[in-house]
């Protein structure tokens, strides 16, 4: 497992932009570079859901409709940190964000989009649109 500390949660007026951070630490051996890493979130009194993956080099990313043309995830595997720009914000994009470790076991496009699927979770940073 990885540790993982989110950032940049806040609030903003809708149409707004905010970049997410997510920073990796562990001592499993396991590089940064050898998981698929994902975020989600998680609105007041809902089911926690999937946002956006990526792959190990970056090379392959997904999103769920809601957020896709207004979000950009990316990695730098130097710096053991993934990332979530969000653009265009709206009310309905507030909730807490999580970050997410999967072991990808070499597979090189592996983008997993549930939650099953990963073994490693932040704590959340809280995100807040207003309208």
């Known amino acids: 497992q990885v540790q993982l500390v989110e950032s940049g949660g806040g609030l903003v007026q809708a149409g707004g932009s905010l970049r997410l951070s997510c920073a990796a630490s562990?001592?499993?051996?396991?590089?940064?570079?050898?998981?698929?890493m994902g975020w989600f979130r998680q609105a007041p009194g809902k089911e926690r859901e999937f946002v956006s993956a990526i792959s190990l080099s970056g090379g392959s990313t997904r999103y769920a409709d809601s957020v896709k043309g207004r979000f950009t995830i990316s990695r730098d595997n130097a710096e053991n940190t993934v990332y979530l720009q969000m653009n265009s914000l709206k009310p309905e994009d507030t909730a807490a964000y999580y970050c997410?470790?999967?072991?990808?076991?070499?597979?090189?496009?592996?983008?997993?989009?549930?939650?099953?699927?990963?073994?490693?979770w932040g704590q959340g940073t809280k995100v807040t649109v207003s309208s």
């Open positions: 997410a470790a999967a072991w990808a076991g070499g597979a090189a496009g592996y983008s997993p989009n549930r939650k099953i699927e990963y073994d490693s």
């Open positions: 562990g001592r499993s051996g396991r590089t940064f570079s050898s998981y698929a």
